[in-house]
């Protein structure tokens, strides 16, 4: 499976952006997707995931209540809606399967597949 991020760019504090992950070469259905970031100089750190259905999300204390994560299984396509974003959220944020299910969902090791990046920047 290839996965592709998309939807990056620059804006301002307190802009939206919403992030696309457009999976080919497999149909993703049954599997956890999640969206993991990595600002300069530090490590990668999770974001937010997703259950196969839709139906339970994940998210960490540090996007919690700003970011939405969402899923199109008919368009094979994850989504990250973004709102109220800090010059902290600047990163890479990138797109990866997690075949293991939610339990593991904050574990990126758990995770394969993982995409090209978009880059996110938050200017204050």
């Known amino acids: 499976v290839q996965l592709q991020a998309s939807g990056g760019g620059l804006v301002q504090d307190g802009g939206s952006l919403r992030l696309s992950c457009a999976a080919s070469?497999?149909?993703?259905?049954?599997?956890?997707m999640g969206w993991f970031r990595q600002a300069p100089g530090k490590e990668r750190e999770f974001a937010a995931a997703i259950s196969a259905s839709g139906g339970r999300r994940d998210y960490a204390d540090s996007v919690k209540g700003r970011f939405t994560i969402s899923r199109d299984n008919a368009k094979n396509t994850m989504y990250l809606q973004m709102n109220s974003l800090k010059t902290e959220d600047t990163a890479v944020y990138s797109c990866?399967?997690?075949?293991?299910?939610?339990?593991?969902?904050?574990?990126?090791?758990?995770?394969?597949?993982w995409g090209q990046g978009t880059q996110v920047t938050v200017s204050s």
């Open positions: 070469g497999e149909t993703l259905n049954n599997y956890v």
């Open positions: 990866a399967v997690n075949r293991y299910g939610l339990g593991s969902a904050r574990r990126s090791e758990r995770y394969d597949s």
